[in-house]
């Protein structure tokens, strides 16, 4: 969070360095609620997170075939994990599980329309934090992994590194439009 709060953003809102904040402060909030043992409260907290990641990837172009794979492995995941879900995670789980595989298929999508080292760096991120919390429904509700706080931090951890490092492509990006559309209005 410090490093996008080290660059110059004109609005949180309207720039991609500022979505990807506001993902990286829903994070740190559905940390803390996971940590207080409030999992459903938690991972809205982290929908919330995957929502502000796909405002910042975008919605076009489509390319919906990047997302089969990650659909499937969601929902092959929550076939494993469901028998040991409660009501609530039984609703709420299929809703977060897609939230995070949007995000990563949008993320793959901006990797593959605008390939650079920080963007393919970003896909990776992305999918090492659906990896992440693979690691968490399998210990938590399949059965448990030796280690496995170490799995879920250090995939976790890579996973918001590799994701804040993607503005990096974007700093100059949303300041050079802002400055493109100022001069094309005054022309007029």
Not at 63 to 80: D, Q
Request: charged fraction near 15%; charge should be positive.
């Amino acid at each position: 969070m410090l490093f996008i709060g080290m660059h110059k953003m004109n609005s949180i809102l309207d720039c991609y360095g500022g979505k990807i904040l506001l993902g990286l402060t829903f994070s740190v909030t559905g940390d803390a609620l996971l940590n207080l043992d409030l999992f459903p409260h938690g991972m809205g907290a982290f929908a919330v997170a995957q929502i502000c990641y796909i405002a910042a990837y975008g919605l076009k172009p489509v390319k919906f075939y990047f997302a089969i794979p990650f659909y499937a492995l969601g929902i092959a995941m929550y076939v494993v994990v469901f028998e040991k879900l409660d009501v609530v995670l039984k609703v709420g789980l299929p809703i977060y599980a897609f939230l995070l595989t949007s995000m990563v298929w949008r993320s793959v999508v901006q990797a593959s329309t605008k390939p650079n080292f920080f963007n393919i760096l970003c896909a990776f991120g992305s999918f090492m934090f659906a990896v992440s919390d693979g690691f968490i429904a399998i210990d938590k509700f399949y059965t448990p992994i030796p280690h496995a706080r170490y799995y879920i931090m250090t995939t976790y951890y890579f996973a918001q590194c590799a994701i804040t490092l993607s503005i990096v492509n974007r700093i100059g990006e949303t300041v050079g439009e802002k400055k493109i559309n100022k001069k094309k209005s005054k022309k007029n």
